[in-house]
Nanobody, 124 residues
Framework: QVQLVESGGGWVQAGGSLRLSCAAS????????MGWFRQAPGKEREFVAA????????YYADSVKGRFTISRDSAKNTVYLQMDSLHPGDTAVYYC?????????????????WGQGTQVTVSS
């Protein structure tokens, strides 16, 4: 089993940046595909970004493409989400998730382990 802990959320003005981290324990992430999702109040959890176990492939939701970057550091057993040019529509609780296969996916049901989430609030 793997435990995931997100950090780095907070409040930022529109146009600003934040970097989220997802630290893993209990299992190395090197053979796990990882994803970031978000959930705004009253809305369903939605896909944000994903990365393969080797980091050779990344995928993004259209709404964040060109503004967000997912990456991973195997030595630190951590996955990151760099978020630039934030706008109020990005306000949500952000979750990282692990998939016990090499390839990433965009559906929440395809991920087996989840962090507790970190709040991101973007003001106009």
């Amino acid at each position: 089993q793997v435990q995931l802990v997100e950090s780095g959320g907070g409040w930022v003005q529109a146009g600003g940046s934040l970097r989220l981290s997802c630290a893993a324990s209990g299992r190395t992430l090197s053979r796990l595909a990882m994803g970031w999702f978000r959930q705004a109040p009253g809305k369903e959890r939605e896909f944000v970004a994903a990365i393969s176990s080797s980091a050779s492939r990344t995928y993004y939701a259209d709404s964040v493409k060109g503004r967000f970057t997912i990456s991973r550091d195997s030595a630190k057993n951590t996955v990151y989400l760099q978020m630039d040019s934030l706008h109020p529509g990005d306000t949500a609780v952000y979750y990282c998730a692990a998939r016990f296969v090499l390839n990433p996916a965009s559906l929440p049901d395809e991920y087996a382990a989840w962090g507790q989430g970190t709040q991101v609030t973007v003001s106009s």
